[in-house]
């Protein structure tokens, strides 16, 4: 018996054509389709979910981890600011950065809390879709890139998925913001997994005694030393039968954890899981250039941006452009949580506001090149410069 079938050969309708098309509408992907848009790009966002925000909405990540050094300096700005204001327009969940959104002092600040914040996942995640048709991104979701045509070493098309069959996309430059790098792998870019591999997370909400309450269930490693893990089974992501199994042991730990205090009742209720799959770091792109901790507080000439760390106040980076885009395909670059960085830079990368901050600069590039090895950093630097990114430290 033959392990495989041959999929017949087929003719794709080409239905649309984008100056730059961003996968992924998370953090990453949103924050690369405002630039895009706004360097003038006919920009498109393909999401696969019918919702934006990614793990920070659908994945009930909604600590908006800090803008600032932690030593009473912010170093994030441009959208990575504007999209953390935004997810607080109606109100704080919890954490209300008062002491940021006020006049104080550097050393006011640095004592107190960090420029963080706890926000609605579904208010956020409304607002940028708005944010996005106000800046004339076209969205189309419950769409999945499942493959890609690949010419002379550029993507042509992207081959999608959705309730209309598969046809294809012509992009001129491709953000790959899908978490994963999944278009990285599917176009034949190199890329590189977390071989650690990730713990089991269960966050969720439940409705305790009138409050909705957020239940950090499946802490991040080595962020706490308390931290007990949930299981001793490690997933790496890429895999759709082991998500599945991750995703259904992460719902039995969730039922028997909410039960714990009780069955369902108007003041007990289970109000919310997780609509993707609670994974941290999976498959990137490994770049010419890759991003480390070796680097922090050095100034980088091809800088696009600055991030702090969420784990310990102090330690900032410079984010280098040549970690964003790959050594084979011409007009892909990336953006959020699968770029181009070591093990250690990964695990402090991959928080929302330097997903932002990537996104910013993908999406900025995206909208001047289809080439973006050849792209002048200068020219970006500029362009990101005077859209309120701070480049240096
Ligand atoms: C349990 C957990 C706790 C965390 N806690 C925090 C926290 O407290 N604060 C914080 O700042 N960060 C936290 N993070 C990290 C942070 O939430 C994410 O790393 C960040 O939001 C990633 O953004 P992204 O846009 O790069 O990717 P994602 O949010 O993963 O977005 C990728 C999007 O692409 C879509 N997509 C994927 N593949 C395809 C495809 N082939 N075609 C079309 N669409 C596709 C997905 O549906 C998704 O919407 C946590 C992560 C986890 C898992």
Known sequence: MNNFVMEPERRLEIKEKYDAVVVG???AGISAAIAAARGGAKTLLIE???SLGGLATLGLVTI???LCDGKGRQVSFGIAEELFRLSIKYGAEANYPEIWLSDHTVEERAKGQRFEVRYDANVFAILCE???KEEGVDILYGTSVCSCDVKNGRINALIVENKSGRYAIEAG???????DADICAFSGEETALY???NILAAWYYAVEGGTNKLHMHGFAEGSNEDVKLLSQRRFGGIDGNEISEMVQMAHNEILTEFLKKGGVSEEHSLSSIAGIPQLRMTRRLAGSCEMTTEKEGESIGTSVGVISNWKKRGPVYEVPFECLYGKKVKNLITAGRCISVSDEMWD???VI???AVTGEAAGTAAAMTDDFSALEVKSLQSRLSAAGVKLHI
Do not use: H, M, N, W
């Open 25 to 27: 509408g998370g953090i």
């Open 48 to 50: 696969r979910e019918f």
């Open 64 to 66: 908006y981890l800090p």
């Open 130 to 132: 708005q944010r996005l």
């Open 173 to 179: 430059a491709v953000v790959d913001a899908t978490g």
């Open 195 to 197: 071989a650690p591999k």
């Open 348 to 350: 402090i990368s991959r």
């Open 353 to 355: 506001p330097c997903c």
